[in-house]
């Protein structure tokens, strides 16, 4: 099961411990005692004083009693503290104010899927892909419910849209144990199959390197290579160690030019290996300035706008699917929430959007330089 949160906080969950430089004060902000409260309250969590982070929260809520970002964090809390029942009726008091909040539907879920109530957590996270078709979270979580009640069919697509959405769900899925019950069905094991080519891509080319980056087991990873072979996915070659050959597999090299290549170097880092020459870098800059002060600005429609730079294969898109494949999802996935959330969602994101387009520039400019040279 794919949990937005562990037991151990981790930073991806938990928001950070720093705070801005700069700190509004109560005299320009008048939810400034409730925004202190709650940034306390998450420094407890990353702690994991859970208890204590429980009733910071509280103070809060006394003072915005409907503030959904600390009702989520109360609710985090409980949780982790397995008080089941309180996490619920938080959820129910988002669910309250918002009807349509997809995370509260699928921490609902989670919550009855933690007391074995399979039925009732599917029933609230078929809310949470209602509410947001392209939350790959809920989708997974959608296809471990199913696999539990023995739906296998709609299991497997589940899972598939889940993948669709987010290519690492395939990965997770292989050593879940909620999906015992699909593991045997053909669709499942296209599923290994799109896992084993990943690995090839990111340079792991031997059985043994498969079966260790993977986690599946050889007989099932040794399957896999033989099905991508026969389709014509995959090339097989042969290198010496010692005194014998052993099998060495890559992609073709039309799905390699699709896909991109990744080899390993040094010390196992692996490095990128562009299928086509760098080019256009120049435009790509100039299309992250504009979309930066269009987020700055919160303005939906233009973001939107310049995101189709980077979407669309007939201006930016092929580019960005070669050199920043994970980043293209991202923004292909942010531009379709914008659509249906509009500013809201721009505001709560607005940090992470610009965070990756200064990552993207930083990765341009050194490359910009290197032409240069």
Same mark, same amino acid.
């Given at each position: 099961m794919k949990k937005p949160f562990q037991k151990k906080s981790n930073e991806n969950e938990i928001e950070s411990k720093k705070t801005d430089p700069v700190e509004?004060?109560?005299?320009?902000?008048?939810?400034?005692?409730?925004?202190?409260?709650?940034?306390?309250?998450?420094?407890?969590?990353?702690?994991?004083k859970l208890e204590e982070a429980a009733l910071i929260f509280e103070q809060a809520l006394r003072i915005d009693p409907n503030s959904i970002e600390t009702l989520m964090k109360l609710g985090y809390a409980r949780f982790h503290l397995?008080?089941?029942?309180?996490?619920?009726? #938080?959820?129910? =008091?988002?669910?309250?104010?918002?009807?349509?909040?997809?995370?509260?539907?699928?921490?609902?879920?989670?919550?009855?899927?933690?007391? =074995?109530?399979?039925?009732?957590?599917?029933?609230?996270?078929?809310?949470?892909?209602?509410?947001?078709?392209?939350?790959g979270m809920a989708w997974y979580n959608k296809a471990c419910f199913l696999s539990l009640v023995n739906q296998v069919p709609e299991s497997l697509e589940a899972l598939k849209r889940s993948i669709e959405i987010d290519v690492k769900n395939a990965r997770k899925s292989i050593r879940d144990k909620d999906f015992a019950n699909v593991r045997i069905e053909e669709g499942f094991k296209r599923i290994v199959e799109v896992v084993v080519l990943e690995s090839i891509r990111q340079g792991y080319h031997t059985l043994g390197a498969i079966v260790w980056t993977t986690f599946l087991d050889?007989?099932?990873?040794?399957?896999?290579?033989?099905?991508?072979?026969?389709?014509?996915?995959?090339?097989?070659?042969?290198? &010496?160690?010692?005194?014998?050959? #052993?099998? #060495?597999?890559?992609?073709?090299?039309?799905?390699?030019?699709?896909?991109?290549?990744? &080899?390993?170097?040094?010390?196992?880092?692996?490095?990128k290996q562009l299928p086509k020459p760098v080019k256009n870098l120049k435009e790509l800059s100039q299309a992250i300035q504009s979309v930066r002060e269009s987020i700055e600005e919160e303005d939906v429609e233009k973001t939107m706008e310049i995101f189709e730079e980077f979407i669309d294969p007939t201006?930016?898109?092929?580019?960005?699917?070669?050199?920043?494949?994970?980043?293209? &999802?991202?923004?292909?996935l942010w531009k379709i929430r914008l659509k249906d959330r509009g500013v809201d969602y721009l505001i709560e994101n607005k940090g992470r959007m610009l965070n990756l387009f200064d990552n993207i520039e930083v990765t341009i400019t050194k490359k910009l330089r290197n032409e240069i040279s």
């Open positions: 509004e004060t109560s005299l320009v902000d008048p939810d400034y005692n409730r925004k202190k409260l709650f940034k306390k309250g998450v420094n407890l969590m990353a702690d994991e397995e008080d089941y029942n309180d996490a619920l009726k #938080i959820y129910d =008091k988002i669910l309250d104010i918002d009807v349509t909040n997809p995370e509260a539907w699928n921490l609902k879920a989670l919550v009855h899927y933690e007391q =074995k109530n399979y039925s009732k957590a599917l029933d609230a996270v078929e809310k949470a892909v209602e509410s947001d078709p392209t939350y050889k007989a099932d990873a040794d399957d896999a290579l033989r099905k991508l072979l026969e389709k014509g996915l995959i090339v097989q070659n042969e290198k &010496r160690d010692g005194l014998s050959k #052993i099998p #060495i597999y890559d992609l073709t090299a039309d799905v390699a030019e699709r896909m991109g290549k990744e &080899r390993k170097g040094l010390f196992g880092i692996t490095k201006k930016s898109g092929e580019q960005m699917i070669e050199q920043f494949f994970e980043e293209h &999802r991202e923004i292909r």
